[in-house]
């Protein structure tokens, strides 16, 4: 903003006294008001703004998730009839997807590291990032009120000719998803263009710290494939409200074109969620093993394969409805996504070889990421596998798969990068043990969730149905009370962020001791991110950085001093 | 192309945001920023042509047929006119990089001025449908094709034909909005050999509109 603000150290409320009175002015406390977030350019306080609405919509989301386990606690009624269930696990989908998952790495995470990591003052188009910002909140705003209007029980997937001749408010729902959509082609656009344009002098491409490179193929996925689910949904209302007969069976249209339409924008759209947390993973598991990221190159190159490969496999979702000689195709198509997810899971454990692991909270993360991702890729073998995914298709051993996935994967990074960049975005250190603790909460609890859902899938379990027979029942409790428990592990989580910013102790610029650009800034950053521009060096070399033990910082090794000297265990 | 953007590097600061580096930087992600606006742009569209490939495929003679009701004369009429316009942008693009500051304001002019007549003769082709009944799938009410089990197979061309001229049509008022602001700012004398990235910019995005059109034309108008 241009309004000239004379530097008054004041603070905003959130931030205790007693730890900033030294401190210079940050881009959180150098203007004040309401307005000057509202009409905020700074990347730093769009990715904040961003951030406080996607963790809203995954409260909502949550809280439909535990209503939805709740009633699933005995066959037929327990907590609402079969026409809110239905409403309860669309919205649910539709929130978790459209809301959170899909913009909460890329973002809210990457809109605050992205200009930082490549020592830049901001993305090429700040107006732009802005706009993105309110696209999301006019699409949740139309998404969320069609709970208010009709609601909407299609399932998140809006499948004709349900979707057509449904009375509950498909066309809020679709306009919110489509708006959605602009906003995230909107950030895709913005960090091309930036990675592009704007690396420092120095800066290659294979000296780019891996989570650009994960969020710059993602970018790729959010410019090419969100514009097809835009035309799909357009075509979808025009359907409900002209009849146009593309995707209606009655004026002579087809169905299966709509689901190939919207698994071309959805299915990458999976790789949209996942590939951003595995740059942070990479990130993450590098630094706190202090050692070298294994095989940097082919983790470069296995996230563009997952990009590009990624748009060839949508047919694995009509496996039923689609030629037999398709199928098989897409089916050695789904095979070989395997290989890049398979190059990254090992390149991680490599690293971890022999590494100087400390198991802070985001490192806590990071190796259940690792766990449960691999249950998810090894599942999805499964399901990509003609014969078995004939007995094992709409059963709940998809919807386990997808949330070990999306949950168990996406989540889990999400979650380890927050708290990897807490001290960045706050200028707070949290608390290391309820943080750990927060971990194995959410660890057990997923598992003792999801895992139970494998075994009802194989048993045969239809996804999405309000009724099932009683034999089912033992396993559907087990799942709810880990639902439960899930829930606490998360509350845990917020309470140990929440209480970091009242009671944290200050961050040092460099608390982890990372070569990456973000750290030789303040914590938090100045407004223009740098108070002089940062020299480009290697992002990962760890050996460089030893612990200043008094102040917590980790420091540029002296030149001549080679020591071996092993850091000391950050201190919670 | 290379002399021109170097050329940008002498930009009036007035135009640098501040987190670009120099103006050359700025013009490059710019350029890069509406390039990747395009591709998202050929992909929206991208979902018609392919739903207009399947139905086509699957009837080839409705198709055929449903063809010949469009008025190629009309079509063609437009497709001129759009070239036309396509000529003046990018004569613009050439006055602004020269400093013509006269010539800059007449092409954008012209620009608009075809871009008006294009959806003119746009509403007359949409009338005469309406008139005759040529609408989409659940409104089509012409004897015209065979009617095959309750609904008539020639609505689905005319879906297929409204959804694409009218997408089309929605981008050339968008355009008209663009390059208006555009002529504005020209009036203003905001741009010059130092600066002249929003004319190039916008003159991407006509030509694109352009270029869908000229892949409508034939597969719409010309295939009867």
């Given amino acids: ?572 | 192309m290379i002399a021109e953007a170097s050329s940008a590097t002498q930009a009036p600061s007035r135009f640098r945001a501040h987190h670009f580096e120099t103006a050359e930087q700025q013009y490059a992600a710019s350029k890069l920023g509406m390039w990747l606006f395009l591709v998202t742009e050929v992909l929206f569209f991208g979902g018609l042509f392919v739903a207009y490939a399947v139905f086509r495929t699957l009837h080839p003679e409705v198709f055929m047929n449903s063809a010949q009701l469009l008025d190629t004369r009309l079509g063609a009429i437009n497709t001129v006119i759009l070239l036309f316009s396509s000529l003046t942008m990018a004569w613009a693009v050439r006055c602004s990089q020269l400093g013509q500051q006269r010539g800059l304001v007449i092409c954008l002019s012209l620009t608009i001025f075809a871009a008006i007549v294009f959806l003119g003769i746009k509403g007359v082709e949409y009338s005469h449908k309406w008139h005759e009944g040529h609408l989409w799938a659940s409104q089509y009410s012409s004897g015209d094709a065979a009617s095959v089990g309750g609904f008539d197979r020639a609505g689905t061309f005319f879906s297929i034909y409204f959804a694409m001229t009218g997408l089309h049509a929605i981008h050339i008022v968008a355009g008209i909005a663009a390059i208006g602001w555009v002529l504005m700012r020209s009036l203003r004398g905001d741009f010059g050999p130092n600066y002249f990235t929003p004319v190039d910019t916008v003159g991407l995005y006509w030509h694109l509109v352009d270029l869908v059109w000229i892949f409508l034309f034939p597969l719409l108008y010309l295939i009867g």
Avoid at chain 1, 144 to 159: K, Q
Avoid at chain 1, 431 to 453: A, D, H, K
């Fill in chain 1, 1 to 572: 903003m241009s309004t000239t603000t004379e530097p008054k150290h004041r603070l905003p409320q959130f931030i205790s006294p007693r730890s900033t009175t030294e401190q210079p002015l940050s881009y959180l406390t150098a203007e004040r008001g309401i307005r000057s977030w509202l009409f905020t350019l700074d990347h730093k306080r769009i990715g904040v703004m961003y951030l406080i609405g996607i963790l809203t919509s995954f409260l909502m989301g949550g809280v439909m998730a535990l209503l939805v386990r709740t009633e699933l606690l005995t066959p037929g009624p327990t907590i609402m009839d079969a026409d809110t269930y239905n409403h309860m696990f669309t919205l649910h989908g539709a929130i978790m997807t459209f809301l959170f998952i899909i913009p909460s790495i890329p973002a809210a995470l990457g809109n605050f590291v992205l200009p930082l990591m490549i020592g830049a003052k901001d993305v090429a188009f700040p107006r732009m990032n802005l706009a993105s910002l309110y696209l999301w909140v006019f699409g949740a705003v139309f998404l969320v009120a069609a709970m208010g209007l009709n609601g909407l029980d299609t399932g998140w997937t809006f499948y004709t000719p349900y979707s057509t001749t449904t009375n509950s408010s498909v066309i809020s729902a679709t306009m919110g998803v489509f708006i959605l959509g602009f906003s995230s082609i909107f950030t895709g656009i913005n960090f091309i263009a930036t990675v592009h344009t704007m690396r420092p002098k120095g800066m290659t491409w294979f000296r780019m710290p891996l989570f650009l490179w994960s969020l710059y193929a993602t970018a790729i996925i959010q410019v090419l494939a969100t514009p097809v689910l835009g035309i799909t949904l357009m075509l979808l209302i025009a359907e409900r409200v002209a009849g146009i007969g593309i995707f209606d069976p009655a004026l002579g249209g087809d169905p299966v074109l709509y689901q190939h339409f919207f698994w071309f924008y959805s299915h990458p759209a999976v790789y949209i969620m996942i590939l951003p947390a595995m740059g942070i993973i990479s990130e993450l598991i590098s630094t706190f093993s202090r050692t070298r990221i294994f095989g940097y190159r082919f983790l470069c190159y296995s996230s563009v394969a997952i990009a590009l490969l990624g748009f060839l496999v949508w047919g694995h979702h009509m496996f039923t409805s689609e030629s037999a000689m398709a199928a098989v195709i897409f089916s050695a198509l789904t095979f070989s996504v395997s290989i890049p997810s398979g190059i990254k899971i090992f390149n991680w454990l490599a690293t971890l070889y022999k590494g100087s692991i400390s198991l802070t909270t985001p490192m806590c993360f990071a190796l259940s990421f690792i766990v449960l991702f691999a249950f998810g890729g090894l599942t999805g073998l499964f399901l990509g596998a003609l014969a078995t995914d004939v007995h094992l298709h709409d059963t709940y051993f998809v919807v386990a798969h997808f949330h070990y996935v999306m949950m168990g994967g996406t989540l889990m990074a999400f979650i380890g990068g927050l708290f990897y960049w807490w001290p960045k975005m706050f200028g707070k250190m949290y608390n290391e043990f309820w943080g750990r603790m927060s971990c194995l909460g959410i660890f057990v609890g997923f598992n003792w969730t999801f895992f139970p859902q494998f075994l009802l899938g194989t048993k045969g379990m239809a996804r999405r149905y309000y009724n099932y027979k009683p034999e089912f029942q033992g396993l559907h409790v087990v799942s709810t009370l880990g639902a439960f428990v899930l829930g606490v592990g998360l509350v845990i989580c917020a309470a140990v962020l929440v209480h970091s910013l009242f009671r944290g102790r200050k961050a040092p610029p460099n608390p982890w001791g990372v070569a990456t650009m973000e750290w030789e800034t303040t914590s938090p950053p100045p407004v223009h991110n740098f108070e002089d521009t940062p020299k480009v060096t290697d992002p990962y070399d760890l050996e460089g950085f030893v612990l200043n033990e008094t102040s917590g910082n980790y420091e540029r090794r002296p030149a001549g001093i080679t020591s071996s000297q092993k850091p000391s265990e950050v201190k919670a």
